[in-house]
């Protein structure tokens, strides 16, 4: 099926919309024109639109109200309770930094267009955002409405006291021009930065470390419990597996065990466990993947002896190592590193 034509918005999204149409003194038949919807579909239980009705919406709204600023204001007057469930859960997370994860996955459950990705640069925390389905005239619009929406939702978990100087840090990148409009919420919005080369929130890396004073890991499990649902109903949902290989990453020698995996995934151990057996894996089998993955990677750096290969995959034995390594692979360590550098992709050992 077309995404375009797949129900696939949370009504949410439209429901707003509505709200300040009649603000601002449109009519509901005006807003709703060619959509193909009706106002009592809208509030039925878990409703959902397609993104080209949710688009026919926007451009009535713009187009009926004159406003080319006026998907900053829709942004602006979001709330937690806007993303439903998926807010809940993020409410209940024990750090910004699970609440940054976490959101950005679960993203797809309430707005399909958009993917969120990101990374650390230096001191800073880089979340691009992308279009996944063209936006074409409805670009600038929908790019104002949801980076303007994400950070009135994100401000309200990142404001713990003490870190005023890290919030200072925060930019909105846009990749349209600027325009006269954005002067009327530069006091409700952090730096702005114009033509830029993608869509990006840039802010502090020591944000990610803030306390979020709701935590509650019973409502989080369960909230997301339910969302790894909504996202399979979606279509949207990757392997488990894929999802634990992911979260094992070895930090100071050691690799997250099954409970802070389990944690991580906001799942019960036991959940977990049950869940990977029926799909024929377990969670010591992805352990060991990632080990002799991560061991394959770490030997082509020739300035890395094998104490530190074996010390960085979880061994603090170097034998172990060794035996594991010949397991996985028929090879030594040493020999493994002259066979790659026979093959020109390593500058072999010195």
Not at 158 to 166: E, I, K, M, S, V
Not at 265 to 281: D, V
Not at 291 to 297: F, G, H, I, T, V
Request: with cysteine; proline share 6%; hydrophobic share 40%.
């Amino acid at each position: 099926m077309n995404p375009l034509h797949r129900a696939s918005v949370s009504a949410i999204y439209p429901l707003s919309m509505l709200q300040l149409g009649v603000e601002r003194g449109l009519t509901i038949e005006q807003m709703l024109q060619n959509a193909g919807l009706t106002l009592e579909q809208l509030h039925r239980p878990s409703a959902r639109v397609t993104p080209r009705q949710q688009a026919i919406i926007s451009y009535n709204l713009l187009q009926a109200t004159g406003d080319p600023g006026i998907g900053l204001e829709l942004g602006l007057r979001s709330n937690i309770t806007k993303a439903g469930l998926m807010g809940f859960g993020l409410m209940s997370c024990a750090t910004f930094g699970e609440v940054a994860e976490l959101g950005i996955r679960y993203l797809q459950t309430r707005v399909p267009y958009f993917r969120l990705s990101q990374s650390i640069e230096g001191p800073l925390v880089v979340v691009e955002a992308r279009e996944t389905m063209p936006l074409g005239p409805m670009h600038q619009f929908g790019f104002d409405h949801f980076m303007a929406e994400v950070y009135e939702i994100c401000r309200s978990f990142a404001n713990p006291q003490g870190l005023a100087d890290a919030q200072a840090m925060t930019e909105i990148w846009l990749d349209s021009p600027e325009q006269p409009y954005y002067a009327r919420y530069a006091a409700r919005l952090p730096r702005l930065r114009f033509s830029m080369p993608s869509n990006q929130f840039r802010y502090s890396a020591a944000l990610l470390q803030a306390a979020i004073p709701t935590v509650n890991p019973v409502t989080a499990q369960m909230a997301f419990e339910q969302c790894e649902r909504e996202m399979a109903l979606l279509g949207y949902t990757e392997s488990l597996a894929d999802r634990v290989r992911a979260l094992l990453v070895c930090h100071e020698g050691s690799y997250p065990d099954l409970v802070a995996t389990a944690e991580r995934l906001h799942l019960s151990t036991r959940t977990l466990k049950r869940r990977l057996a029926e799909q024929g894996s377990s969670f010591g089998d992805l352990l060991e993947d990632v080990r002799k993955r991560d061991s394959l990677q770490l030997l082509l750096d020739a300035d890395r002896s094998i104490e530190e290969v074996a010390l960085r995959t979880g061994y603090a034995d170097p034998s172990n190592f060794r035996r594991a390594f010949q397991r996985w692979t028929g090879l030594s360590p040493t020999a493994y590193r002259q066979r790659q550098r026979g093959r020109g992709t390593g500058p072999g050992p010195k």
